[in-house]
């Protein structure tokens, strides 16, 4: 017996060890409290327990509870996916479920399982699963993926994402089951009953549903059926007898199984096309007589959208039948009765009494059979005759040969009247692929259900889809591959395998299959590879049971006592299937389990039972004792090297062969015992040179390798396969076997004795002394014989690719060993130069060489490739280098990346080649075909070459950098780029990043070191796809320092940003102290003598009143002020500082209150105050934030008084854009509470939100507060004015810029609207007609005259006339009936009142021509030129017209006071004649009102541009009105001009000025706006601090960040904003509503760019360029600004450049789009800058010159000597570089004795740093020890030289081709000649000491193995003279110098190297050789 178990040992793989698996959830639930709960449940009693469960009058029994509960636990594992490339973390995930619990869990073989997430419903978990939904983005076609997890339960599915969302999708019906797939989720329907009932008269209803996402709607899917007669009839799968049994998402198929005729079918799942989706629908709506009549649609539809289960209105079926599927399902809503997957089906019919559950009748089935057994041809009589039975019978429509459809002949009369539901549409299609042929005969043949599905692909890359069928105990493969054009899958084959079990191992490409036995067996796609062998715990009992001889026979016959246990199990197995039970469903394997512990006879051993859980290549085993091992099937091969020479094999070998070669290296490797790992490589070299015929232990240097394999002798014996079923490659095998050879004196035919094989491993290997020639041929039966020079080819290419990689290079050495021998015995004489020129030390070595029998040589196959000239890729890139053409280079794809990459990259940059990348790639690749695969892989290799990278024809070097990237190669793999091929790439990396593209994607910004760049495009790209603004570095406020500070609202400016732009002053403190509204007001009144106690109180309580009025104006300027700057806290409200009105008086600090009641104090005095204060704290969210309606609605004060606070509040979320998230629900909440203020914030922040959208919801809400916009009948509503003021204002928000005509009519009549009868309408009439020409102004906004359907209503006459008086017009239209009856308070007579309607009409006129320099309308606003006029005009509205003519003449303004003079009219310019009666006061009043309003018109022109004349322009004006305002007080400026006039005047002068400066703080204003300040009492009401403190707010918009806009939106924003009539108090609203104070905001935008260091994420200084455009006022200029700095207006602008040298140079072009930079400023305006190497911030260096340049330049020649290591940390914050500097160039104690290697690093990092090329420091290293190793000799290989040939080429051909480029290259300094002269010095010294050894060479003699022969390879490489063999004859015969040269151009030897040659060849002594040499130098 003993061989016979080591026979099985031999061939066995050893699986890894064994350990035992228990599910991680099951003991995280047995923590879970949930399971004390159980134990409650279970001693309540029965009644109880399912009443509260909701389904009354079912009762269960306890026990059955209690054991559902423990069958209810199931488990799944898949392999874990984190967000990084696949191989680089594995770990592994469970998804556990038990009763109401889901637990998903994570572990790896590093780290312990730890819970991810863990879920507990409501009701028990039917099943859970993982499934990704795509999400579809919306502005293009790319979908995002959403991972998530989905728990089953009765009535509803549960979807949490991994992001953190959770849905709860009900579903409409029950649902027997859920699969994952690639678009989403399919639900199998519950069939009411297990099988088909009579229907209702009707169709079937569809069985499977798909949901695409969990909050769509649940749709059927439809079926498209195969062959050509079905036409192109598409229909619902509707099929009952069609169950699911897997899903997959790559490929996108479907398995279904069908229960009647027992066949599988596989579908392709993929979207539904429009015209299969309008076919269903179409089908669905025309009556009957189609498949699914209308009876079935409405069914489905309402069946689907029903809430209440019990009414199903298709109660017309019966009791049985789908009609009372409703009934059941809610009888099956409870838990108790709910059935799994595989139930038996007696327990529902015993549950459900009221289903009648029909019985088969043979007659039906048989007729059902009958039809079943019609070929496809005659599908067609089989219908007629159906569709009697159906008729007759009741019974289920009988299928042809396609499972889903049901008859298509169903007749009218079924149809019942149903109620009309629209269908749903279908999202999904399956499409069928592939069905098994059916099998004839009895049902018992018929193969049941697959119990388990998978795919799998074999080592050769062919897919298969398996599907175990448990009945037959057979796996079934069905091979699939994918069309030509890739859209369909084409299954050619089916092969069976026996097999009780079985599961996939994805990473190995093999599967685990359990056979009947009990023995595991590892196959690969349907390739036996081996048994395997496990470890101990079942080792023993598996060895048993293989022994047993009833393996070999029958099951049944066997009846050994020993056996009987298996036995009865076996016939269980196999008996229990064909049972009637196997139409239902097999017979679960739990069930299994439980029969076989209910057996009397236990079994002693265990035995596997089945494998479950298969994830990478670990799988687990479950035994029939219920333990469960998990266990690792080894991977193929560890070391990269043998993986690789694997693959080349696979690749050129044919199928057939490779899968041979693949598995027996499978089986040697991982043999029981096996090698260790670094004994892989030898091992693998063995057993592919004894597979090509080789005697390895004949050969010296394989026969050492032995040494290293523990083992050796055996490894014949594993080699062999098991033996269950011979074939002639194992004779072949046998024959190839050193085994055989070693008793070759025996006859081959006769039996082999075992006891010999002793005797052979004895055998001494070293006895042989002088091998013997026979020993040495090559056996040419040996299965790869006919392929060694194919597989010699490959492998040479390998050994090129691996030369290219810095990391496998030494994996090289050991794969030319084996490649030195296969070409002495190709007799391939340059391919051996070659390997020897690559290491001259280890090929000497080398010897002895095989004799392949020139017989057998025919055998060989050549391939093509295979040229004389062997493949290098140095001297490919070398000859690239120097400009010669060469053929192109042989690459295997998929395996010679590198190679690819780097020929190509070269072919680009170097050879200058645009297309070598798209078009020409085959110029430069010569791509290698296997035989079989070359038209497979052809295509996608195209594919990818095909990338088109977007290039606008960009430099070389750009288009190289952005190549790489698409490829993806990064830094990293750079790195591992030899240093002489890397430095093209490196030059090319180097320049790009000087001028990077801003628009280059963040990987290209990587890969050229810009991480500045690679920020911004993370910023960019996290901006798309999501609106947060946490990341990377923001400019967050900081904490406030003192805890108890009071919250004055202004603490979230951002001190970092507002401390670069205003370093040298504290400004922005001085702006907080004026802006404070939340500290008592200091009140200093001096006690005179005479003044009583009393009195005294009363005078300070009267100046704290004076100064209440500024304290209740700062509120608007402070709003503007903090702007923007404060992200909330979702969790917290929003801190609003509060108003404080009181007043401390000195020096005691005694409080001083208003409401003491010593004076009067006006009513309702804070109200508007503590509105714009809620307004100023919600204007500092920023637009980003994140926001949401809870939120708002959890700010509601619950006092009341706080509401105002609120309501304004409301408005500035609305201002901020955030009120549109706030529900319809609680904006309806707070209109109806009728609170004013609430209304008006409400009104206009909805309004704002949606600027110019015309939304009709919000015009609606507006609508109902605005009578006129009402029906003439409707109820009057009571709406307060002011609230219709704020309607009116926000209709011309929503319809901003649309022109929309009704509205626009409505406004033009309301502006005139005359006052009513019971005084509606008569107070503060001013502000409304305001309102409505604003807002007339805002619709028609800059329309001009080509205001479209407009021209009936005279738009601009009607305006002239509001504003210069004259008859009232009818009314016309709906509104003439509210205007019957005039007023009965106010007398207006017939005319206009021109003081109501002027103000309106005017800047309706200014708005509507806005910017069209339209001059007729423009001379209708023209100042009167006649005194007696304009003693008619008020002066306010002269300012008015003013500025209105001068807005539309937009383009005529100038900033200068001749212009603004010019605006005054020529009358009062002139000399006045003393006759004429001239009022002086009219005069004065009209000049200065003028000339405000021309001012204003300035400011509105040049707002937020800081245009220096502008602003000098109006600091003059301001000077001057300043001066009148000192002799105001005097008698006779007062009395003409008035103080009022004045003051008004100047506020508007110092508000242009803001806007002017907005946002740059500028001193002269913010001097202008503290002096007035502090001016308080006397005329200085409420009004005019509002006006100062909104300049002050405008001068620091948005704490310096924000700055205005100058669009038309901004410029009618700031008209209602800065109406020039401010308030005389804080309740007075009669011209102007203060609200609208605020629309301000909306005219501000984001300009200010704040350059951020990547590296220290600190904003620091830069300099910026800024190109603007050419326009007529100027031509292109270029500014400099240091920023941070705000940016002019983007439309005048071409481009923005970060200028050098300090930081690298950016440039963002506007000329293309300015989407970037706009993007850029929106998100706090950060621009990541760059610091260069050896420079320092500005902050650090003010003046540049403590830079490294700077020393550099001062001492041009002694930069390397006044360079002190030690400093270097002052101008570089590379910390490589700095700890390079620390241990390698200071000098410490280790090193005194390399003083001068320390001053050649100091100089390499001085270069670097000056150079700007860090990353160069290790290639100057390289090349230094590179020099100096050849200088010592001590090189073992020529690699280094190859690399320095490549150098000083790529510097050569620089310097030659462009003198002038110098500075474009990397190594531009004293170094690199003095490198090279350093080698040319050592080569040329030893040639002249070894010219002989040269020339023997040349004559092809027999080499040393000496130092000279490394020295001769060195000189040969670096020479780059070609191998001799079959040139030199050529140059031996050269008998003069031209001769030679002649000769010599031809072999491509470079001149110079020729000249060191010359004398060698040229002298005599080698002239008169002989020029015959034998052919193997090397060898003999």
């Known amino acids: 017996m003993s061989e016979v178990v080591y026979e099985e040992t031999a061939t066995m793989i050893a699986a890894g060890d064994l350990q035992l698996f228990v599910p991680f959830g099951r003991e995280h639930c047995r923590n879970h409290p949930n399971a004390f709960n159980l134990q409650l449940r279970e001693l309540q009693p029965a009644s109880e327990l399912w009443s509260s469960d909701g389904a009354a009058g079912l009762v269960g029994s306890l026990q059955e509870v209690s054991l559902q509960e423990r069958e209810r636990e199931s488990w799944q594992l898949r392999k874990g996916c984190t967000g990084v490339k696949e191989d680089e973390a594995e770990f592994e995930e469970e998804l556990y479920t038990a009763g109401n619990m889901a637990v998903w869990s994570q572990g790896s073989r590093t780290q312990a399982s730890s819970v991810y997430k863990a879920f507990t419903v409501d009701s028990p978990v039917q099943q859970a699963l993982w499934c990704n939904f795509a999400v579809p983005q919306n502005n293009n076609d790319a979908e995002e993926v959403e991972q998530t997890v989905c728990i089953v339960q009765s009535s509803c599915i549960n979807v949490h994402t991994v992001t953190g969302k959770d849905f709860i999708s009900p579903l409409p019906f029950q649902v027997s089951n859920v699969w994952a797939t690639k678009f989403g989720l399919l639900l199998e329907r519950k069939n009411a009953a297990n099988d088909t009932q009579p229907n209702p008269p009707g169709e079937p209803l569809p069985t499977v549903f798909s949901m695409l996402h969990p909050l769509d709607e649940i749709a059927p899917i439809v079926c498209k059926p195969p062959g050509p007669f079905e036409g192109s009839r598409v229909q619902y799968v509707s099929d009952s007898n069609m169950k699911m049994v897997f899903t997959c998402c790559q490929p996108s198929i479907v398995v279904s199984y069908d229960t009647v005729q027992g066949t599988h079918t596989v579908w392709a799942l993929r979207k539904v096309t429009d015209d299969e989706r309008s076919l269903v629908l179409r089908c669905l709506t025309e009556p009957a007589g189609t498949p699914l009549g209308l009876m079935a649609s409405g069914f489905l539809g309402s069946h689907l959208r029903n809430t209440s289960h019990l009414d199903s209105p298709g109660g017309s079926g019966g009791g049985g039948g789908q009609g009372s599927a409703a009934g059941i399902s809610s009888a099956f809503s409870s838990p108790l009765h709910y059935s799994t997957l595989h139930s038996h089906p007696s327990r529902i019919m015993t549950s459900s009494p009221g289903v009648h559950s029909r019985v088969h009748s043979p007659n039906i089935s048989n007729m059902a059979a009958l039809s079943r057994a019609h070929s496809p041809g005659m599908a067609a009589p089989s219908y007629s005759g159906a569709s009697r039975f159906n008729t007759s019978f009741h019974s289920p429509s009988p299928r042809g040969h396609h499972g889903l459809l049901p008859s298509p002949n169903s007749t009218a009369n079924e149809s019942v009247a149903m109620p009309e539901m629209e269908p749903i549409i279908p999202d999904l299609c399956v499409e069928q692929l592939w069905s098994e042929a059916v099998s004839a005969g009895c049902h018992r043949e018929m193969s049941s259900q697959a119990s388990k599905v998978f795919l799998t692909s074999d080592l050769c890359e062919n897919h298969y889809l398996c599907f175990l069928v448990e009945s037959h105990q057979h796996l079934r493969c069905v091979k699939f591959i994918e069309s030509n ?30 056979e009947a036995c009990g023995s595991l067996v590892i196959y690969t796609g349907i390739t036996r590879v081996s048994k395997v062998h496990l470890p101990s715990p079942l080792s023993h009992s598996i060895s048993l049971t293989n022994q047993l001889p009833y393996l070999s026979t029958p099951v049944e016959t066997v009846s050994t006592p020993a056996n009987a246990g298996n036995r009865h199990i076996h016939r269980l197995n196999e008996d229990a299937m064909p049972s009637p039970v196997s139409e239902l469903k097999s017979l679960n394997i739990k069930q299994e389990a439980s029969f076989i512990e209910d057996f009397s006879f236990q079994q002693a051993t265990p035995f596997i039972l089945s494998l479950r859980d298969p994830v990478c290549n670990r799988v687990t085993l479950e035994l029939s004792s219920g333990v469960m091992l998990r266990i690792c099937i080894p991977e193929i091969a560890t070391s990269e090297l043998v993986r690789k020479c694997l693959q080349a094999i696979r690749f050129i070998l044919p199928k057939d062969v490779a899968m041979k070669v693949l598995v027996k290296w499978y089986n040697i490797y991982n043999a029981p015992g096996g090698p260790s790992a670094h004994a892989e490589w030898s091992q693998f070299v063995t057993c592919f040179m004894t597979l090509m015929g080789y005697n390895t232990e004949r050969l010296a240097w394989t026969r050492h390798l032995q040494f290293e394999v523990p083992l050796s002798p055996v490894i014949a014996a594993k080699k062999a396969r098991p033996s269950d079923g011979g074939s002639d490659e194992d004779w072949d095998y046998l024959l190839a076997s050193h085994y055989h050879r070693q008793i070759n004196s025996q006859p081959v035919c006769g039996s082999v004795d075992p006891n010999n094989v002793p005797a052979a491993e004895k055998e001494d290997p070293f006895s042989a002394d002088s091998p013997s020639s026979s020993s040495l041929k090559l056996e040419s039966s040996a299965s790869l014989f006919p392929h060694i020079p194919a597989l010699f080819g490959v492998l040479h290419l390998l050994y090129q690719e691996l030369q290219l990689d810095e990391l496998h290079r030494a994996r090289a050495s050991s794969l030319v060993c084996l490649l030195q021998q296969l070409a002495r015995d190709l007799q391939l004489e340059e391919y051996v130069d070659l390997y020897w020129r690559d290491y001259p030390s280890l090929i000497s070595c080398f010897m002895e060489s095989c004799i392949i029998d020139q017989a057998v040589i025919g055998q060989m196959h050549r391939p093509s490739f295979l040229s004389s000239n062997p493949p290098c890729v140095f001297k490919w890139l070398s000859s690239c280098l120097r400009g010669e053409a060469s053929p192109p280079f042989p690459y295997l794809p998929g395996i010679c990346q590198r190679t690819k990459l780097l020929v190509l990259s070269y072919a680009l940059y170097i050879i200058g080649d645009d297309n070598a990348t798209s078009t020409n790639v085959w110029k430069y690749l010569l791509k290698l075909s296997a035989g079989q695969r070359s038209r497979a892989s052809e295509p996608n290799s195209r594919r990818q070459s095909g990338v088109k990278v977007r290039v ?46 801003s628009d280059w994607p963040e990987e290209v910004c990587l890969l050229i070191g810009r991480q500045d760049l690679t920020k911004q495009a993370h910023k960019m790209t996290l901006a798309k796809s999501k609106a947060s603004v946490g990341s990377g570095f923001s400019l967050v406020p900081p904490a406030s320092s003192e805890a108890d500070e009071e919250e004055d609202g202004m603490l979230d400016i951002i001190h970092e940003v507002t401390g670069l732009i205003w370093s040298q002053d504290l400004r922005i403190q001085e702006v907080r102290r004026l802006l404070q509204s939340s500290r008592p007001v200091r009140v200093s009144v001096v006690q005179q003598p005479e003044v009583s106690d009393h009195e005294y109180i009363e005078e300070k309580e009267n100046k704290l009143l004076q100064l209440c009025q500024r304290t209740m104006a700062l509120p608007v300027g402070r709003g503007l002020f ?51 204060n809620g307004v100023a704290a919600g204007l500092k969210i920023a637009p980003a934030s994140q926001v949401d309606s809870a939120w708002i609605a959890y700010n509601k004060p619950k006092s009341p ?21 706030l529900a319809t629900l609680n904006i309806h909440d707070y209109l109806t509470k009728g609170h004013e203020m609430t209304s008006i914030g409400l009104l206009l922040g909805v309004s704002s939100a949606k600027l110019g959208t015309m939304d009709m919801s919000i015009t609606r809400l507006l609508s109902i507060h605005i009578p006129a916009l009402l029906p003439p009948t409707s109820t009057e509503l009571d709406v307060p004015h002011n609230v219709q003021v704020a309607a009116v204002i926000g209709i011309g928000l929503v319809y901003q810029g649309t022109g929309h005509r009704h509205n626009a009519e409505v406004l033009l009549s309301e502006i005139g609207r005359p006052p009513g009868p019971e005084m509606e309408y008569c107070t503060d009439r001013e502000s409304y007609s305001l309102a409505a020409g604003l807002a007339l102004g805002m619709v028609c906004l800059g329309h001009g005259s080509n205001l479209i359907g407009m021209t009936d209503l005279n738009v601009p006459e009607q305006l002239y006339q509001y504003m210069v008086g004259g008859h009232r017009r009818a009314q016309a239209g709906a509104s003439r009936e509210r205007h019957k009856s005039p007023s009965y308070q106010i007398k207006e007579g017939d005319t206009i009142n021109v003081d109501v309607t002027c103000p309106g009409a005017t800047l309706a006129l200014a708005m509507i021509y806005l910017k069209t320099n339209n001059r007729s309308i423009a001379d209708w606003l023209k100042p009167p030129d006649t005194w007696f006029l304009l003693d008619f005009i008020k002066p306010e509205f002269l300012l008015l017209r003013t500025l209105a003519r001068c807005i539309i003449m937009w383009d005529e303004i100038l900033p200068n006071t001749e212009w603004v003079k010019s605006n005054i009219p020529q009358i009062m310019r002139g000399n006045f004649d003393p006759s004429e009666d001239i009022n002086m006061d009219t005069m004065a009043q009209a000049q200065d009102y003028i000339t405000a309003g021309a001012c204003m018109a300035l400011g509105l022109r040049f707002a937020g541009s800081a245009n220096s004349d502008a602003f000098d322009c109006l600091y003059e004006f301001a000077k001057t009105f300043m001066k009148m305002m000192s002799f105001a007080g005097t008698a006779a400026v007062g009395a003409q001009m008035g103080y009022y006039n004045l003051q008004t005047c100047l506020s508007m002068i110092l508000l242009s000025m803001s806007m002017v400066m907005a946002g740059t703080g500028n001193l002269k204003v913010l001097q202008l706006c503290r002096f007035f300040h502090k001016r308080t009492g006397g005329e200085m009401n409420y009004g005019f601090h509002m006006a100062h403190h909104m300049a002050l707010g405008l001068l620091f918009l948005g704490g310096g960040r924000y700055t205005l806009s100058t669009s038309n939106s901004a410029i009618a924003a700031l008209l209602c904003a800065l109406y020039p009539h401010f308030p005389a108090h804080s309740t007075d609203n009669r011209y102007h509503l203060q609200a609208l104070r605020h629309l301000a905001v909306l005219a501000a935008e984001p300009r200010l760019i704040v350059p951020v260091d990547v590296d220290s994420l600190k904003p620091c200084y830069a300099l910026l360029e800024v190109t603007y455009k050419e326009t007529k006022w100027y031509n292109e200029t270029t500014v400099e600004l240091m920023a941070p700095t705000l940016l002019p207006e983007l439309h005048l602008l071409k481009q923005v450049k970060v200028k050098g040298p300090r930081y690298w140079e950016l440039s963002l072009d506007l000329s293309k789009e300015t989407q970037h930079l706009k993007s850029i400023l929106v998100r706090d305006g950060v621009l990541y800058v760059k610091l260069r190497a050896g420079q320092l911030p500005y902050k650090d260096d003010p003046q540049g010159w403590k830079s490294l340049l700077a020393t550099a330049v001062s001492h041009r020649n002694s930069g390397v000597t006044a360079f002190k290591p030690e400093a270097i940390s002052t101008f570089t914050s590379e910390p490589a570089l700095i700890s390079f500097a620390e241990f390698f160039c200071k000098t410490s104690e280790g090193l ?46 020529t690699f280094p030289l190859w690399q320095l040939r490549l150098v000083v080429e790529l510097w050569d051909g620089r310097m030659l081709r462009s003198p002038a480029n110098k500075h474009d290259t990397l190594l531009t300094s004293e170094f690199l000649p003095v490198m090279k002269n350093a080698v040319d010095v050592v080569l040329d010294n030893w040639l002249q000491d070894h010219s002989s050894v040269v020339s023997s060479y040349m004559r092809g003699e027999v080499l040393s193995r000496d130092a000279q022969s490394v020295m001769l390879a060195c000189f040969l490489v670096y020479r780059s003279i070609p191998c001799f063999r079959n040139t030199q004859a050529n140059l031996e015969g050269c008998n003069s110098f031209a001769d030679l040269l002649l000769r010599s151009s031809q072999l491509g030897i470079p001149l110079r190297d020729l000249l060191r040659l010359v004398p060698i060849l040229l002298s005599p002594a080698s002239g008169s050789q002989s020029l015959l040499f034998p052919l193997q130098a090397f060898s003999s």
């Open 485 to 514: 054009d890739a859209t369909q899958l084409i299954f050619p084959s089916v092969t069976t395998i026996p097999a009780k079990d079985a599961a996939p191992l994805q990473n190995i490409d093999a599967m685990l299959v359990l």
């Open 952 to 997: 606008s024809s960009e430099s070389l070097a750009e288009q190289l950098v952005v190549w790489l990237t698409s490829q993806g190669f990064t830094l990293k793999d750079l790195e591992s780029v030899p240093f002489g091929v890397a430095l093209p790439i490196r030059e090319a990396i180097y320049r790009c990043r000087e001028q990077p593209s």
């Open 1122 to 1172: 903090t702007l923007f700057s404060y992200h909330p806290v979702p969790t917290e409200p929003l801190p609003v500082p509060k108003l404080n009105l009181t007043g401390r008086a000195p020096p005691r600090n005694t409080m001083v209150d208003l409401n003491s009641g010593n004076i009067d104090v006006p009513p309702n005095m804070t109200n508007w105050p503590s509105f714009h």
């Open 1201 to 1221: 008084e706080l509401a105002n606070e609120y309501a304004g509040f409301l408005m500035a979320l609305g201002l901020n854009g955030h009120l549109t998230k």
């Open 1792 to 1837: 005194k004795s390399r003083e001068d290697s320390l001053m050649l690093f100091s100089a390499m990092l001085y270069e670097c740093v000056t150079q700007e090329c860090p990353e160069m420091l290790p290639t100057y290293i390289a090349i230094e020890q590179a020099v100096g190793a050849l200088r010592q000799g001590d090189l073992q290989q």
